[in-house]
């Protein structure tokens, strides 16, 4: 294995902590990328990475030459994509949002594959939080505003968001005509996995968000669960207005309070601050913004 190869075992070793899976991840032996590393050490005459039965470690030598991998692996794939010509290509994974897959990035696909032939995306979906690094994953795709500090992130989009319940709700107790007249109304909670606890409904009034809590009698904690809990009649829900526009073609479900919605909800791609967007990252990024600009 020749040094730049070594390097590149060395920097997904080094992010995903594990020797076993940067092997997995590079489809390489177990005893290959160890071997790699060891030949590495050896040549730097330094100790690079602590080794435990559960984790690996940068040693303070180690994390330096981290560094200096990440910008020497960067420009020799900036440099030999512009000397040949040639486009981005290789693995590519992007963690989003299930139904933001469904609904927006994989119908627009085609397009893509056909720009960039050899990129091969790996497409996982999670609404939990992800440690993209630990985890292997180039770039997540988030609704709302990031939290993680350790995150570079890059925003795509602002998705307009509506109040809606089911036309048979609307029937049974009537349609609000105001934010604040909505006694007798009741909401399906979404408990969400970052708060720990039920979202209120939001409405922008002159500007500013006013918050409102109603009767709840079910909670759930997935969107396509919530839009459901709604159909079904159990309330008011806010959600993207692209999640449940057939429904509003349908009448299934009726927009309320149009003049008082909810904000709109960003979208940001994260990725590593400290690891060099290569790019077949950047090539996607700024594809998947062109994607979320049509259908704002």
Known sequence: MDRLDAMRVFVRVMERRSFSRAAEDLGLPA??????????????????????????HATPDGEIYYQRCLTILGDVEEAESAVRGTKPRGRLRVDVHGSQARDFIVPA????????????????????????????????????????????????????????????????????????????????????????????????VDGDPRKVTLPISLEVNGGETYRQAALSGFGLIQVPRYSVEQDLKEGTLVELLSDTPPSATPIHALFPQRRLLSPRVRVFIDWVAKVYEKRQ
């Open 109 to 204: 696909l085609p397009g893509f594959f056909a720009d960039y032939p050899d990129i091969t995306l790996f497409l996982s979906e999670t609404d939990r939080y992800v440690d993209v690094v630990g985890e292997g994953v180039d770039c997540a795709l988030r609704t709302g505003t990031p939290k993680d500090s350790t995150l570079a992130s890059r925003r795509l989009a602002l998705l307009r968001e509506v109040t809606v319940a089911s036309a048979d709700y609307v029937e049974r107790f009537g349609t609000p005509e105001h934010w604040e007249a909505l006694d007798g109304h009741r909401m399906v909670g979404f408990h969400s996995s970052a708060t720990g606890s039920v979202l209120p409904l939001e409405f922008i």
């Open 31 to 56: 005893s290959t990328v160890t071997e790699a590393v060891k030949q590495l050490e050896a040549h730097l005459r330094v100790r690079l990475l602590h080794r435990t039965t559960r984790q690996v």
